[in-house]
């Protein structure tokens, strides 16, 4: 009978499903879950370190953080109702201005916290509308109603100068929340 | 508790400290909530040289006892 250690393949390997045989190929031993454990550690270690980067760059330039000043509207253009997209404060901060009812209007950010997708104006159940998931949000101050999203919108301040809107700043969300 | 299990376990609730920080973290920064993010993404680091002393000690330990 032939010896099972001296067999190229190992009898219980020879069949045609489970015959792969490479060395350690279906063991994790204890020492190697526990260092890929610590190299997971470390990756996660070194993935939030652009995220304090990006966060220490922001906190020293808060102070002298400046907003253009951009027209969105002639409000003679528009009716209540209405809502315009438009970009801000960088060109690919996509914006949605909502002229509410007369005299209130207000402005958002409209990528949704949950996952970026773009909000839209739902006219008829006044609220801001994320398609992706169903997120809603308040228009009157940007919280989060109903869905995936958790977090306000970061609302645009405005202002009314000589019949016309102008977006002038974002808010943080300290001041929102 | 047995030796051999407390090296894994530990590693194990580093391991889930780092994903919930790194998870923090970026909720944080999304958030604007700068400060917040520093201190995370500091607690992150920090976990990782632990894990690695986690690690270190437990191979001593066996070495030791000789397995």
């Known amino acids: ?177 | 508790m047995k030796s051999s299990y407390r090296g894994v376990i530990l590693l194990a609730l580093i391991l889930f400290a780092s994903i919930v920080c790194t998870q923090y973290t970026v909720n944080m920064y999304l958030a604007q909530r700068y400060m917040e993010v520093l201190l995370l993404s500091g607690a992150t680091v920090v976990l990782f040289p632990l894990a690695w002393m986690v690690l270190r000690k437990d191979q001593r330990d066996r070495r030791e006892q000789g397995k």
């Not at chain 1, 010896?3 to 792969?20: A, C, G, M, V």
């Not at chain 1, 690919?92 to 949704?112: G, I, T």
């Open chain 1, 1 to 177: 009978m032939e010896n099972e250690k001296t067999r190229p393949i190992p009898l219980k390997d020879d069949n045609y499903t489970h015959n792969i045989n490479r060395s350690n190929e279906r063991s994790l031993d204890r020492r190697s879950f526990m260092k890929t454990m610590v190299g997971a550690a470390g990756l996660f270690a070194a993935s939030t370190l652009p995220w304090g980067a990006l966060a220490a760059k922001e906190l020293m330039s808060s102070s002298s953080k400046s907003y253009p000043t951009q027209k969105i509207a002639n409000l003679s253009d528009i009716k209540p109702g209405d809502a315009i997209e438009f970009a801000y404060p960088g060109e690919h901060d996509s914006a949605l201005f909502v002229y509410v009812k007369e005299k209130e209007y207000k402005a958002y950010q409209n990528a949704c916290t949950h996952l970026r997708c773009p909000v839209f104006w739902d006219r008829d159940e006044k609220e801001l509308l994320c398609p992706c998931h169903h997120g809603k949000f308040d228009i009157a101050t940007g919280n989060p109603l109903a869905g995936p999203p958790r977090r306000p919108l970061p609302e645009i301040v405005l202002q009314e100068k000589d019949g016309a809107v102008y977006a002038v700043g974002v808010k943080k969300y300290e001041e929102q929340l």
